[in-house]
Every structure is written in C-alpha cells, then in structure tokens.
C-alpha cells in the first residue's frame, strides 16, 4: 500500500486539504452560522409554539444601551478569524443590534415590558427576569454554536473524503467507489473539544433555566436559584450579560466549578447588577457577593474581572475605548483571550481609568486596598502574554491529557 503513503502522511498531519479549500469551507459555516442567526426561531419560553421575533434584545436598547451610546452605537469584542489567524478585535455596533438574538414570541416579549418601559430594575421580580433572558440568549447562542461545530466537522470529513478519492484515482488512474476515512485529526480534535464544552455549557443552562422558569413562575419555588442584585448610583460606561465559570478547590480539598450568570444593566443614574446562578453554588457567590458590596471600588473591581476573566458578551461607550492609548487596548484585547484567571479574581490592571480615580479621591479606602488600586495606573502593559494560538493549543493539550485520549 506503500503508493498511499504520502496520503495517509497527510491525513496524519491534518493536511490533506489545502489552506484555501479550508478557509472556503470556514466562510460557508460562518455564513451559515450568521444565516441562522438572523432568522426567527421557535419562541425559547417553554411550551410556546409561536415564531420569535428577529431581534430580542438581551440588555434593554432604549433604558440601557442607548443611555451609553455615542451616535447610538457602541464598541464590543469580537474574535475574528482571518485565513489561519485568530485575533480578538473591539468592533461597532448600532444599539438596534448590539446584544440581540432570536429568542422570544412578540408575546412572551411582553413579559420584560415593564422594566424596559420604567427604564429601571428595581424588584428581585424583575431581576429575575433580566437574568431569565441572560439565561435563553445563553441557550440559542450555545445552540447555535454547536449546530455550526456539528455542520463544519460534516463539511470537513466530506471535503477530506473527497481529496483522498481524488488522489488515490490519480495515482492508482481509475475511478474509486468511494472513500470514508474515520480519522480524528487536529481539525477534528479541535471541534471535538468545543462540541464537548459547549455540550456541557448546554446542559448547566438548561438545568439553570427549568430552575429559573419555575422560580418565576412561581415564587415559593426560590430555593433551587441563587440570585443577588445591587442597585447603584455608580455610572459605568457598560452593558453586560454573560456566562462566566471558575475553579475552585473548596473547604474538602474538591475541585470544582462554579458558574455565574452576570449582568450589568445601565440606566440613566444607576447601574444594576445582578447575578444569578444555581443554588449549589450559592455560598461561594453569596461570600464574594458579600464581599464585594462592602466598597464601590470592589463593585468596579468585579465589573471588570468579570469583563476579563468571566464573559466577551459586553458592550462599551465607544468614547471610554477610545480615550485608552493603544497600548492598552492592544494588551486588554490580547489579554482576555489568554488569561487563565477567572471572575472571582481581580484584574492586575485599570480599565475605568477615570472612575478609579475619581473613587480613590473622593472615597476613603483601606491602607492596602488603596495601594493596591493605585498599582493598577503602574501595571506594565508592556509585559508580553501569551499568543492566541498558543492558549489554544494548551487547552487542547490539557482537555486531551485529561481526558485520556
Ligand atoms: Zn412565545
């Protein structure tokens, strides 16, 4: 079989299709992805049969996002693909798209109604809901995501199917039936090892939304959720609902992971925090939320690990990035994707400059907090961090070790 060698090699070093034929197949799942995105699904409130509307917006447009625009638009991560290059960009969005998706039935949008009219939220009701919607955009976003891993691994193996054919015909000159090869290459390892997290993100968040829809549904059902709101007259130049987990090694020596569900709604004169999560985890979220209640400085500290370490689903006044220097935009954008730390950790470095600054002058702070906060102007952005492409392949690494394969 030795005329198949340079084959087989190739399909051993997940190069048997060309980086252009790649790059095609890329496009047409991403496309797919946007397709799919865009068109109206069945409504996610349990049991509705009707079609959702285009656009639910996770964080309310007219109270929140627009209260933070500049122009109506506002700047958010995105990570974007480019050939075989992966980098994390800040890209602009109209207050009429930013945090949509298609979730619910024109009717089952009314169940938000209230507060988006009142433009505040100011009932654990209403949090409740906040963080139901977190919640479904979550579950149609994830779902989406692995409908797109499961369609480009088809894509893949046909593709790679087909080339093999094509050159065992040229080699051997004659027509082949057909050719089926069944071997998990990196490509394929790779989109293995998202389908599997994703898998796992979906089923916590469709435990967490039975959980939620029963606590809404009926209140004396709370006990199975973990929720906690702060109302605040600090104003923050962001928007944020998103999934963020972290690993812990608890009282008796257990890894764990916990998973919170954030947002961060800003309003005329306020910003609402409120976080969300499954009971089981309730004493770890409940001691940090203590924790941090007890200085608006560790509300800011928060609000930005958990823009750093915990989710990209934020948006942000496009004047506040702008105002940063390059250098920094450059080291936060780089930093997110990389970092292994998580929500309950703080980050080393400053992003709401002038917040902290005003807060250092006008709040008293503890000895060692102040230091600490005053540190973060002197972080050293220069410090060089880690690749995109070389935190991936750790993970890949470490989900492959641990996993016994
Ligand atoms: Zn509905």
Redesign the pocket.
């Known amino acids: 079989m030795d005329i198949f060698k340079e084959l087989d090699e190739k399909v051993l070093e997940g190069s048997l299709i060309d980086l252009d034929t790649l790059n095609e197949l890329k496009f047409i799942t991403r496309n797919d992805f946007y397709k799919s995105f865009k068109s109206k699904k069945i409504?996610i409130?349990s049991n509705?049969k009707?079609k959702?509307i285009k656009r639910s917006h996770t964080i309310p447009r007219s109270g929140s996002l627009k209260i933070i625009s500049d122009d109506s638009h506002l700047l958010y991560p995105h990570l974007c693909e480019t050939g075989d290059e992966l980098s994390m960009r800040m890209e602009r969005i109209g207050i009429g798209e930013a945090s949509v998706f298609p979730g619910?039935?024109k009717?089952?949008e009314k169940i938000f109604a209230e507060f988006e009219q009142k433009k505040d939220i100011d009932s654990i009701e209403q949090a409740k809901l906040q963080a139901y919607r977190s919640i479904c955009r979550e579950i149609v976003i994830n779902n989406l995501e692995l409908e797109k891993i499961k369609k480009a691994i088809v894509k893949y193996k046909n593709e790679r199917n087909r080339q093999y054919k094509l050159g065992m015909e040229s080699k051997i000159g004659k027509k082949v039936e057909k050719v089926k090869i069944e071997y998990n290459d990196i490509p394929l390892n790779f989109a293995n090892m998202s389908k599997v997290k994703i898998t796992e993100k979906l089923e916590f968040l469709s435990k967490i939304h039975d959980k939620f829809l029963e606590s809404i549904k009926n209140e004396e059902n709370d006990e199975n959720v973990f929720m906690n709101v702060i109302h605040t007259d600090m104003k923050i130049p962001i928007a944020l609902s998103g999934l963020g987990y972290a690993n812990i090694i608890d009282e008796e020596n257990n890894h764990r992971e916990i998973k919170s569900i954030l947002n961060v709604i800003p309003f005329e004169s306020s910003t609402v925090l409120i976080f969300a999560g499954d009971n089981v985890d309730k004493e770890i979220l409940d001691n940090h939320f203590d924790y941090i209640i007890q200085h608006p400085i560790l509300i800011l500290n928060f609000i930005e690990s958990f823009m750093m370490h915990g989710t990209d689903h934020w948006f942000i006044q496009p004047e506040v990035w702008n105002k940063m220097d390059e250098e920094k935009q450059k080291y936060i954008l780089e930093y997110f994707f990389v970092t292994e730390k998580a929500f309950l950790q703080d980050v080393n470095f400053s992003i709401f400059d002038d917040i902290r600054k005003d807060y250092l002058v006008k709040l008293t702070l503890p000895e060692g907090l102040k230091e600490s906060e005053e540190n973060k102007f002197n972080f050293n952005l220069k410090n060089p961090q880690k690749s995109i492409m070389d935190s991936l392949n750790e993970r890949y690494n470490y989900f492959y070790e641990t996993n016994g394969i």
């Open positions: 409504c409130f509705c009707n959702s619910f039935c009717e089952h």
